[in-house]
């Protein structure tokens, strides 16, 4: 069993900037693939970005690529998601999810997916 527990949401500017994290519970990283999903109201759970944090290769979703960056430290028991040059239409609630899975391989569709955080809110202001 895998606990995640994602913190960093919150209110920022068009053009600013935000992180989020997904802790590990009691354990790392090692061996699982870290998801990054949102879903704003009536819309459908979207895939943002993923990594493999033993293989290191990391996957974005078109609508975030070139602002977002996901990566991990060295104690591989938090994944990051650096959220630049953010936009009103990345307003939604961020949920980070793990599966464990061979080095290097990465999936984005949330389904696959077998453990989630609580999520955490993201607004972005015009």
């Known amino acids: 069993q895998v606990q995640l527990v994602e913190s960093g949401g919150g209110l920022v500017q068009a053009g600013g900037s935000l992180r989020l994290s997904c802790a590990a519970s009691?354990?790392?990283?090692?061996?699982?693939?870290v998801g990054w999903f949102r879903q704003a109201p009536g819309k459908e759970r979207e895939f943002v970005s993923a990594?493999?944090?033993?293989?290191?290769?990391?996957y974005y979703g078109d609508s975030v690529k070139g602002r977002f960056t996901i990566y991990t430290d060295n104690t591989k028991n938090t994944v990051y998601l650096q959220m630049n040059s953010v936009k009103p239409e990345d307003t939604a609630v961020y949920y980070c999810?793990?599966?464990?899975?061979?080095?290097?391989?990465?999936?984005?569709?949330?389904?696959?997916?077998?453990?989630w955080g609580q999520g955490t809110q993201v607004t972005v202001s015009s």
């Open positions: 009691g354990r790392t990283f090692d061996g699982y693939t």
């Open positions: 990594i493999s944090v033993t293989g290191g290769n990391t």
């Open positions: 999810a793990a599966k464990a899975l061979p080095p290097r391989y990465i999936w984005t569709l949330s389904e696959e997916y077998d453990y």
